[in-house]
């Protein structure tokens, strides 16, 4: 079992820059696979990036791609989603969720999910 606690959110301009930071207990967080959701008011829960169990293999939305990155340190026990030219539309809940099953690029039951952080993007 593994726990996931999200920080690094705030408000930003756009054009700006976060960093988003997933911790986890667990021993085993390694050979979790984990993935960045978010949700903006009024709208469903959304892929946003992923990581595959080593850090070698990363997946974006189409959305996102070219402005974020997704990272992971295992010896954090850390995923970090950098987020560069921020828009107002990627203002959201921002979600990280782990899976062993498989690498976590849709909404799935069996994730463990942590309690989000905000992003505002201010125009």
């Known amino acids: 079992q593994v726990q996931l606690v999200e920080s690094g959110g705030g408000l930003v301009q756009a054009g700006g820059s976060l960093r988003l930071f997933c911790a986890a207990s667990?021993?085993?967080?390694?050979?979790?696979?984990v993935g960045w959701f978010r949700q903006a008011p009024g709208e469903e829960r959304e892929f946003v990036a992923a990581?595959?169990?080593?850090?070698?293999?990363?997946y974006y939305a189409d959305s996102v791609k070219g402005r974020f990155t997704i990272s992971r340190d295992n010896t954090k026990n850390t995923v970090y989603l950098q987020m560069n030219s921020l828009k107002p539309e990627d203002t959201a809940v921002y979600y990280c969720?782990?899976?062993?099953?498989?690498?976590?690029?849709?909404?799935?039951?069996?994730?463990?999910w942590g309690q989000g952080t905000q992003v505002t993007v201010s125009s």
């Open positions: 969720a782990a899976d062993l099953r498989g690498v976590p690029t849709t909404i799935g039951a069996h994730y463990y």
């Open positions: 990581v595959n169990w080593s850090g070698a293999t990363t």
């Open positions: 667990g021993r085993t967080f390694s050979s979790y696979a």
